[in-house]
C-alpha cells in the first residue's frame, strides 16, 4: 500500500533551493557581521566543489588552447623545412646536371682536339629510336647548319656513325651498332683491316661490337688492340678510334680471323655529339 502524502520534488529542486539558502545566509552573514562556523561550513561543502570544478575546466580550456597553439607552430616550422629541403633538393639536382653537362663538354673538348684537322660542329642529340640503344638518334642540327649525308659523327673517345638523313633542322645518325652498319677498320699496331659490324644483340649482352676479315698471319694482333677506321672505307674518314679487341678467334678456313670490339663509345648515355663537316669523297 502506497503512502500518501509523501514528497515527490526532484532532486535538482532541493538542491536548487539549498543554494538559494545558502546564498540568502551569505548575505545575512555578511549584513549582521555573523560568521558563525556552522555557516562557514555548509558553504564550504557546497561552493568548494563548485570552484574546483570552474577551476579544473579552466585549466583543461587553458591546456587545449596551448596544444593548438604549438600544433599549429609545428605544422608551420614543418612546412618552413619542407620547403628548405625542396629548394636544396632543386639545387643539388641543379648541380649534377651543370656538373654533367660540364663532363660532356670536357669530352667533346678533347675529342676536338684529338682531331683536330677535321672541321666540326657540336650537335645535341633530340630522340633516339625505339630501344635503349643509341643505334639510330636525331640531332637537332640540320642542313641550315652545313650538316649533309655520310658525315662522320664522333663522340665520347671516338667513332659514333654516319648522318643518314638530314632535314632542315635535323639529322638522323646511324651508329656503328646498328646491325646494317659496317665499317671498314683497321687494327692500329698492325696496319691489318677487317670489317667492323654492328651487332645490338651482342651490345645488349656483352657490350661489344664484332669484327671479322681479319689476316693475321704472324698472330700479332691481341687482345686491347685499337681499332680504328681505315684508309680504304668508302665513307668514314680514316683514324677515328672505334675501339678496342675484346676477343679473337681463328676463322674455319684457317686464313682470317674473327672477334670482337668493345666501342669507345657510351652508346646508352648520349647527349652531345660532334659532326665532322669534312666529306671522305671531297677528302676536305
Known amino acids: 500500500m502506497n503512502r500518501k502524502g509523501r514528497s515527490s520534488l526532484p532532486s535538482k529542486y532541493v538542491l536548487m533551493g539549498l543554494t538559494l539558502v545558502c546564498v540568502m545566509l551569505l548575505f545575512a552573514s555578511y549584513a549582521t557581521g555573523y560568521s558563525g562556523e556552522p555557516l562557514r561550513s555548509v558553504c564550504n561543502y557546497i561552493f ?17 588552447s596551448n596544444d593548438t597553439k604549438t600544433k599549429e607552430q609545428l605544422i608551420a616550422e614543418n612546412e618552413k623545412l619542407q620547403a628548405q629541403v625542396d629548394n636544396l633538393s632543386n639545387q643539388i639536382t641543379t648541380i649534377r646536371l ?17 682531331y683536330s684537322t677535321y672541321k666540326k660542329t657540336a650537335a645535341r642529340v633530340i630522340g633516339r629510336g625505339g630501344n635503349n640503344w643509341f643505334d639510330t638518334f636525331t640531332i637537332n642540327k640540320g642542313s641550315a647548319d652545313g650538316i649533309k649525308p655520310d658525315m662522320n659523327v664522333i663522340a665520347g673517345s671516338g667513332l659514333v656513325g654516319i648522318v643518314a638523313d638530314v632535314g632542315k633542322h635535323h639529322a638522323v645518325v646511324r651508329s656503328i651498332i646498328d646491325d646494317t652498319n659496317n665499317v671498314s677498320g683497321m687494327i692500329l699496331s698492325t696496319d691489318d683491316n677487317c670489317i667492323v659490324s654492328g651487332s645490338l644483340k651482342y651490345m645488349n649482352s656483352s657490350n661489344v ?61 648520349m647527349q652531345d655529339v660532334l659532326v665532322i663537316l669534312d666529306l671522305k669523297e671531297t677528302g676536305k
Open 98 to 114: 651543370e656538373q654533367s653537362e660540364l663532363e660532356t663538354l670536357q669530352e667533346l673538348y678533347k675529342l676536338d682536339k684529338q
Open 48 to 64: 568548494v566543489p563548485m570552484q574546483k570544478g570552474l577551476e579544473y575546466v579552466g585549466d583543461v580550456i587553458s591546456i587545449n
Open 209 to 269: 661490337i664484332l669484327f671479322s676479315g681479319l689476316e693475321d698471319k704472324d698472330d700479332k694482333v691481341s687482345i686491347g688492340d685499337s681499332v680504328v677506321t681505315s684508309n680504304i672505307s668508302d665513307k668514314y674518314l680514316p683514324g677515328l678510334l672505334i675501339g678496342y679487341v675484346s676477343e679473337i678467334s681463328t676463322d674455319t678456313n684457317k686464313l682470317t680471323k674473327s672477334g670482337k670490339v668493345t666501342p669507345v663509345v657510351d652508346f646508352k648515355h
